[in-house]
């Protein structure tokens, strides 16, 4: 199977599973579950659960046990994006190419719903373990997930982020906010996928070198995107980091510079998974797929 054939048959699958995970009940407050699908079910790239399945499968062939967990990123990845896009963070409009949450919503129901995926998330990963045949790797892929989510990775992030030039003075700064608001996520993705397949510690070691080296990768290409795409390829509003005023990699580094950045980190990411032979092909093009998003 080619690389675009093998990511459509996990994108469809991962889509098969989060539309049935949010039943929409006839019950006073119906309107949360309907908000909650209106920003899950609105497509995306499905990157985090897509990473996890790829992980798992340098290990396992068939993912299909650990979907659960795969889809579980994809909630909390989508509650984060419900949030960001809230006035009091970064007050966007619109979300892959639709109305924000909370523009369709309200505030109040917005956030409200961002808490209903995150629980959810949780809700089923622990539904998922309960089942899994190894139910310590299936704890510790969820612990890993858990802390990835909160104060010492995304959550943390964001308010590094939201302190903008108090905090962020250098390139170091930056790349270490990026590390926990973006890139932790990814990263557990990945580990996560890695400890549920059953890696050993230096398969772990070397797939947390391609996890922090993709996760920068990564959101250099979104800091370029921000300035180069458009609000129909993006699917968001382009140039709110300049109208807001926000510290991205394009404040200390050219366009050129910051895109030859990324495809480096993107080669060296790559390189260190030649331990993992032929298995790693399809996690390697997708990362390669990733510094090659339409400007």
């Given at each position: 199977?080619?690389?675009?054939?093998?990511?459509?048959?996990?994108?469809?699958?991962?889509?098969?599973?989060?539309?049935?995970?949010?039943?929409?009940?006839?019950?006073?407050?119906?309107?949360?579950?309907?908000?909650?699908?209106?920003?899950l079910?609105?497509?995306?790239?499905?990157?985090?659960?897509?990473?996890?399945?790829?992980?798992?499968?340098?290990?396992?062939?068939?993912?299909?046990?650990?979907?659960?967990?795969?889809?579980?990123?994809?909630?909390?990845?989508?509650?984060?994006?419900?949030?960001?896009?809230?006035?009091?963070?970064?007050?966007?409009?619109?979300?892959?190419?639709?109305?924000?949450n909370h523009?369709?919503?309200?505030?109040?129901?917005?956030i409200?719903?961002?808490?209903?995926?995150?629980?959810?998330?949780?809700?089923?990963?622990?539904?998922?373990?309960?089942?899994?045949?190894?139910?310590s790797?299936?704890?510790?892929?969820?612990?890993?997930?858990?802390?990835?989510?909160?104060?010492?990775?995304?959550?943390?992030?964001?308010?590094?982020?939201?302190s903008?030039?108090?905090?962020?003075?250098?390139?170091?700064?930056?790349?270490?906010?990026?590390?926990?608001?973006?890139?932790?996520?990814?990263?557990?993705?990945?580990?996560?996928?890695?400890?549920?397949?059953?890696?050993?510690?230096?398969?772990?070691?070397?797939?947390?070198?391609?996890?922090?080296?993709?996760?920068?990768?990564f959101?250099?290409?979104?800091?370029?995107?921000?300035?180069?795409?458009?609000?129909?390829?993006?699917?968001?509003?382009?140039g709110?980091?300049?109208?807001?005023?926000?510290?991205?990699?394009?404040?200390?580094?050219?366009?050129?510079?910051?895109?030859?950045?990324?495809?480096?980190?993107?080669?060296?990411?790559?390189?260190?998974?030649?331990?993992?032979?032929?298995?790693?092909?399809?996690?390697?093009?997708?990362?390669?797929?990733?510094?090659?998003?339409?400007?």
């Amino acid at each position: 199977m080619n690389f675009n054939s093998w990511l459509k048959n996990k994108i469809n699958n991962i889509e098969d599973f989060i539309r049935n995970i949010i039943g929409e009940e006839n019950n006073p407050q119906g309107v949360i579950y309907e908000a909650m699908n209106y920003s899950l079910l609105s497509g995306g790239k499905r990157l985090r659960p897509v990473l996890l399945l790829a992980s798992y499968e340098l290990f396992k062939d068939n993912s299909t046990d650990v979907m659960p967990f795969a889809c579980s990123m994809e909630m909390i990845h989508t509650y984060s994006l419900i949030h960001d896009d809230l006035p009091a963070m970064d007050n966007d409009d619109y979300r892959r190419g639709k109305l924000s949450n909370h523009k369709k919503y309200g505030e109040a129901i917005a956030i409200l719903a961002g808490d209903g995926l995150l629980n959810k998330a949780f809700e089923t990963g622990i539904k998922a373990c309960l089942s899994y045949d190894d139910k310590s790797r299936g704890l510790e892929a969820l612990n890993i997930i858990a802390k990835a989510s909160g104060v010492d990775g995304m959550i943390g992030g964001q308010v590094v982020d939201m302190s903008g030039h108090e905090k962020i003075k250098t390139l170091e700064n930056l790349k270490y906010m990026y590390s926990l608001k973006t890139g932790a996520i990814i990263k557990s993705s990945i580990i996560a996928g890695a400890i549920l397949g059953g890696a050993d510690e230096a398969q772990l070691e070397s797939l947390e070198i391609f996890a922090d080296k993709i996760g920068l990768a990564f959101q250099i290409e979104d800091d370029i995107l921000d300035v180069t795409s458009t609000l129909e390829k993006l699917g968001k509003k382009t140039g709110s980091d300049i109208a807001n005023d926000k510290i991205t990699y394009l404040s200390f580094v050219s366009i050129e510079e910051a895109q030859s950045q990324a495809e480096q980190l993107t080669k060296e990411a790559t390189g260190v998974l030649s331990i993992f032979g032929d298995k790693a092909k399809y996690l390697i093009e997708l990362a390669e797929s990733l510094t090659k998003r339409d400007h």
